[in-house]
């Protein structure tokens, strides 16, 4: 899958800016210290993610359930027998690709699924069991989530992206949730980012806490 061409900020194959200062753009331009360069990079990316979020909420609904359907047939192609294997997913949450359909046929199938709970800021995430009809409550941001259940290490992570770069780096929400969470996990599960293909970036300008993606999956297929 090819990156979106450049049409400029703001154009529907582009849907995000170059950076706009010196900083922003090489963090050791005109000897910058790292301090102040880490804080231009913050800037870029909070310009950006609201950018693409823009982008894909104003994808059509019947649009965006089309891309999740293709997404969710390749990841199917990707993962293989979900038996035995346990999965971290996500509530869909302002556009994301809605997988909660492949989910299910994932546990028909003898997979596990889990969702994502935020325990505190600044910690780690945890996984609890979900299926159809399980007890479920409010999370942060009003996010669905079980409201109980044992905590369970994924082996898969499927994790949805704001932007993603040819590095399969993430753009986040910049809360860092999940690479704290990957980062303190004893064995690395396999982490797929799922998004759209207007959502890639040339790069994030990954800093010393991100973790790529083992594959970036939209609804064109494999991204990188």
Known sequence: ?????????????????PPCSASEADPTYMGLDATSARAGVMRWRKGERAKLIDYRLAIPAETRAGHSRQIAASL???????AGHVFGFYWPFRGEPDLRQWMETLIERGGVCTL???IEKGAPLVFRPWRPGCAMTRGV????????G?????????SPVVGFDPGRYRLGYGGGFYDRTLAGMAEKPRVF??????QALATIHPQPHDIPMDEIITETGRAF
């Open 116 to 118: 994502p709970v935020v």
């Open 141 to 148: 941001w009003n996010i669905p989530i079980p409201a109980e």
């Open 1 to 17: 899958m090819a990156l979106p061409t450049d049409d400029g900020e703001g154009s529907r194959n582009s849907p995000a800016s």
């Open 150 to 158: 044992p905590e369970v290490t994924p082996d898969i992570v499927i």
């Open 193 to 198: 980012g799922v998004g759209y293909s207007g």
């Open 76 to 82: 199917n192609e990707r993962v293989g027998d979900p």
